[in-house]
């Protein structure tokens, strides 16, 4: 049970690293906490982005797969801005 508790608290200090590391979870400036738990939410969601472009291409590095992620984001932004403000 220990050992379990251990590997649990192990996962989840390596996947919070990557988002410190690669993801800018630490570049939050803000001090509200709904804008900071709004950062985290994206930083997250950035990570499932990134690792459906791993799974879809495995041959990609964490880079190029972190670019496709933000290019399918950016282009998925821009189509849906202009159908919010009207």
């Not at 690669?22 to 930083?43: E, P």
């Not at 791993?54 to 932004?77: G, V, Y």
């Amino acid at each position: 049970e220990v050992l379990a508790a251990w590997k649990a608290r192990w996962d989840l200090e390596r996947v919070h690293r990557l988002l410190k590391q690669n993801l800018g979870l630490s570049k939050c400036l803000s001090r509200s906490y709904a804008t900071q738990l709004k950062h985290a939410d994206l930083a997250i969601e950035a990570l499932h982005l990134i690792r459906q472009q791993k799974q879809l291409h495995p041959d990609l590095s964490w880079r190029t797969a972190q670019h496709n992620a933000a290019k399918i984001l950016k282009s998925q932004l821009l189509t849906v801005l202009p159908a919010l403000s009207v």
